[in-house]
């Protein structure tokens, strides 16, 4: 059984990968050379009760960390919209299954990335969701409290016309006196 569940996973990896362009980008922190295709999205949903529409950007890349507490990625996979802990807005977010997503040299993997066909879900990894790499805010202002992801996920399915379609619902912590805060929302978006 479980040589069916890894074979299903590189199987979904295999069909996720060919999306991504063959030439080579730029050299990751981690001095491999990676592959991305970049998607623009609109990202539609609620977050603490409050509804948003907004665009965000999607980057599907090839591995980024091949060292981690909690398995290889077959793909990464990052979602960027606004800048959650620096200008909070209703609906902003920073959900990548690597902190190098979002820039860090660190290339901490972040999420836990499973394949099947053409789908990728990313899930957070609770232990390490307070280093604050994935975020989000339900608020606009200064005030507004920064939540990290620790449990639900996101599932994006890439098609072979360019099209992207997926459905965040994440749960996060923001600590005293913020508490928790559930962000659902549905995206589609194209190359």
């Not at 990751?28 to 948003?52: D, E, K, L, Q």
């Not at 016309?161 to 978006?189: H, K, M, Q, W």
């Amino acid at each position: 059984m479980r040589t069916r569940v890894i074979t299903s996973t590189l199987a979904g990896a295999a069909l996720i990968a060919a999306a991504l362009p063959t030439t080579a980008h730029a050299g990751t922190a981690t001095g491999r050379s990676s592959t991305a295709v970049s998607y623009s999205v609109v990202i539609s949903g609620t977050v603490s009760g409050r509804s948003f529409r907004r665009s965000a950007t999607l980057v599907l890349r090839s591995t980024v960390t091949r060292v981690t507490t909690n398995g290889t990625n077959p793909v990464d996979v990052c979602l960027k919209s606004g800048f959650p802990a620096g200008a909070p807005q209703v609906g902003a977010i920073w959900y990548g299954s690597n902190s190098a997503c979002f820039g860090g040299t660190a290339a901490l993997d972040m999420a836990y990335v499973r394949t099947s066909g053409n789908t990728a879900t990313v899930s957070p990894d609770s232990r390490i969701s307070a280093s604050g790499s994935n975020n989000f805010t339900a608020t606009g202002t200064l005030t507004s409290c920064v939540y990290f992801p620790t449990e639900g996920g996101a599932s994006y399915t890439f098609r072979n016309d360019g099209t992207v379609s997926g459905r965040i619902s994440i749960r996060g912590f923001g600590g005293y006196p913020c508490g928790y805060s559930t962000y659902t929302a549905n995206l589609s978006g194209r190359r």
